[in-house]
């Protein structure tokens, strides 16, 4: 069995984010499940790309701040203490916008983890 208490300010960052993620999959070495924590500044982007996934179920809890995600149909505003869900196939474009006033706290967990984001370009729609 293994058991894991975690602060996750105390885990390394994850240099090729275009904000500070922690995670905890790599932390612990999970098998199935992605799990970080993100903090994102105003203006900063959550993932590398806009981006869906083939069979990734995605939830991102809003822990502080509030989180912007742009979709195919509109943009969402998660306020903190509330969570958003992207099923398969769902592109999404997770940020902080740079007119905010106060940075961004959210645990993304996904899986299954193998499943890496494919690049969505809204333009090609």
């Given amino acids: 069995m293994g058991y894991h208490v ?3 300010d105390e ?6 984010h275009p904000c500070d ?15 970080a924590v993100y903090t994102l500044d ?7 790309q806009y981006h869906y996934h083939e069979q990734r179920e995605e939830i991102f809890y809003v822990v502080a701040g509030e989180l ?21 196939e769902s ?3 997770p940020y902080n ?6 940075p961004t706290r959210v645990l993304g967990v996904g ?5 890496i984001g494919r690049a969505y370009d809204p333009d090609e729609e």
């Avoid at 993620?21 to 799990?35: G, P």
């Avoid at 105003?42 to 590398?48: K, R």
């Avoid at 916008?97 to 106060?102: F, G, K, L, R, S």
């Avoid at 899986?111 to 499943?115: E, G, H, S, T, Y």
């Fill in 6 to 8: 975690l602060d996750p």
């Fill in 11 to 16: 885990l390394a960052d994850s240099p090729e």
């Fill in 21 to 35: 993620r922690r995670s905890i999959t790599d932390t612990v070495e999970l098998a199935q499940l992605a799990a």
């Fill in 42 to 48: 105003p203006g900063e982007q959550l993932a590398t």
């Fill in 68 to 88: 912007h995600v742009e979709t195919p149909e509109e943009t969402f505003a998660v306020p903190a203490d509330e969570v958003f869900v992207a099923e398969p």
């Fill in 91 to 93: 592109p999404i474009r």
């Fill in 97 to 102: 916008p740079a007119d905010a006033t106060e």
């Fill in 111 to 115: 899986a299954p983890k193998f499943d």
